[in-house]
């Protein structure tokens, strides 16, 4: 299983970032995948996630300004990262659930058994 993450890099706040992430090695149509995110001195945290159908779950602070896609053609998940903030700056992680064919998207780290490499976004304000 690998999975590549990329897209980060420095926007000024109230711009916009679409990270991307590969997959290979697995059934990609059958598992959810999720974004989750880790600031310097605090704990990764969940932002979206997407089940097998494109069932998709956000935060109360992603909600409305990220949107969680998948593309099974081509085996990657992205986060379009809309209206950024300084606090949104991390180092983005993206996640294969452990479930497959599950009727909601995983919302937490232990739900998700390989991790991508991280890709920083940083946000200026």
């Known amino acids: 299983v690998q999975l590549q993450a990329f897209g980060g890099g420095l926007v000024q706040a109230g711009g916009s970032l679409r990270l991307s992430c590969a997959a290979s090695?697995?059934?990609?149509?059958?598992?959810?995948m999720g974004w989750f995110r880790q600031a310097p001195g605090k704990e990764r945290e969940f932002v979206a996630g997407?089940?097998?159908?494109?069932?998709?779950y956000y935060t109360d602070s992603s909600k409305g300004r990220f949107t969680i896609s998948r593309d099974n053609f081509r085996n990657t998940v992205y986060l379009q990262m809309n209206s950024l903030k300084p606090e949104d700056t991390a180092v983005y992680y993206c996640?294969?659930?452990?479930?497959?064919?599950?009727?909601?998207?995983?919302?937490?780290?232990?739900?998700?058994?390989?991790w991508g490499q991280g890709t920083l976004v940083t946000v200026s304000s």
């Open positions: 997407i089940n097998w159908s494109s069932t998709d």
């Open positions: 996640a294969r659930s452990r479930r497959s064919l599950a009727a909601t998207p995983a919302r937490v780290v232990g739900e998700y058994d390989y």
């Open positions: 090695g697995f059934d990609f149509n059958s598992r959810g």
